[in-house]
């Protein structure tokens, strides 16, 4: 299976403005590119990369003074098969996990684990360990948050949204992660593309998604709290320890939001599914 992935924001900058974006698929997707992925900048400026401490591709650029666009336009190749699966898939004891995934049992900036961990305990404690604890957790964060788009708040963390009980995406993510790491699971944070391939297509608008993945019997796994259930074609930009690590645009110095527009199209002959937004929203800070 073929999908195109692709973009195209504005940002309206009232002075020279550095700005970092993690827009680039995953370096072990890279293989899969069937078309460059070249990340353009108009007006034209310098753009360079680096890659942070999770591995994931940065850019950077310094924006001129007035609008300024970023795009991107490239297919993958994906197996076109479901999420991976495993219910056998066992729980570690802390003491044995690598030391290279300590760091997704920690609490972060939106997964408060000290307001959540007596919650866990109560509800997960005598659920079987692995893979059906992870089910369970994320069975609850499912059924706790309903999804509405048009209540995405950027500073929300997992305990808000569990007391909310509304979100979006990262915040069905924040609070399995949560209560994931409360147990003793390391989780960590997925963004990326996931198109409406092969399950009926839904009003929301498209914009890149959210899920989690957790370390158990030596690998790491991908569950999906919003959407619970397995899905195709999932291409993964950046992994980190919450939102604040894979933010898809960070600007140091005031940058306007003006279009944010999200393609992922799934490219077989025989059935093309397309969705993508776009529209223009007033001048107002970017939150990392």
């Not at 190749?77 to 300590?102: F, I, K, T, W, Y």
């Not at 409360?182 to 990326?192: D, E, K, S, W």
């Not at 969705?275 to 800070?285: E, L, V």
Request: glycine content about 6%.
């Amino acid at each position: 299976m073929r999908i195109r992935c692709g973009f195209d924001i504005s940002y309206l900058c009232n002075a020279p403005t550095a700005m970092s974006f993690l827009l680039s698929v995953r370096p072990e997707r890279e293989p899969h590119l069937v078309s460059p992925q070249n990340i353009t900048c108009e007006p034209f400026v310098p753009m360079r990369g680096y890659r942070d401490g999770f591995g994931n591709r940065v850019k950077r650029i310094l924006a001129p003074a007035g609008e300024v666009s970023i795009r991107a336009d490239f297919t993958v190749e994906d197996s076109g098969l479901l999420d991976e699966a495993d219910r056998n898939a066992v729980q570690h004891n802390v003491e044995d996990l690598p030391d290279d995934v300590m760091v997704f049992l920690m609490p972060s900036r939106y997964c408060d684990t000290e307001h959540l961990s007596g919650l866990a305990w109560s509800l997960f404690g005598n659920t079987r360990l692995g893979w059906d604890r992870v089910q369970a957790i994320v069975d609850y964060a499912h059924d706790r948050i309903r999804f509405d788009y048009q209540q995405a708040r950027a500073t929300r963390t997992a305990s808000e949204g569990h007391f909310e009980q509304v979100g979006v995406c990262r915040d069905f993510a924040h609070l399995a992660v949560t209560l994931c790491r409360c147990m003793n699971i390391p989780a960590r944070y997925a963004t990326g593309y996931l198109g409406d391939i092969g399950v009926p297509i839904v009003p929301d608008p498209m914009d890149f998604s959210a899920w989690f993945e957790v370390y158990l019997g030596g690998r790491w796994w991908t569950f999906d709290a919003r959407h619970n259930k397995r899905r195709i074609g999932r291409i993964v930009m950046a992994y980190g320890r919450d939102a604040v690590d894979v933010a898809i645009s960070t600007a140091f110095g005031y940058a306007g939001l003006l279009k944010f527009n999200v393609i992922t199209e799934e490219l077989p002959e025989a059935t093309s599914h397309t969705r993508s937004y776009s529209t223009r929203f007033p001048a107002t800070a970017l939150e990392a």
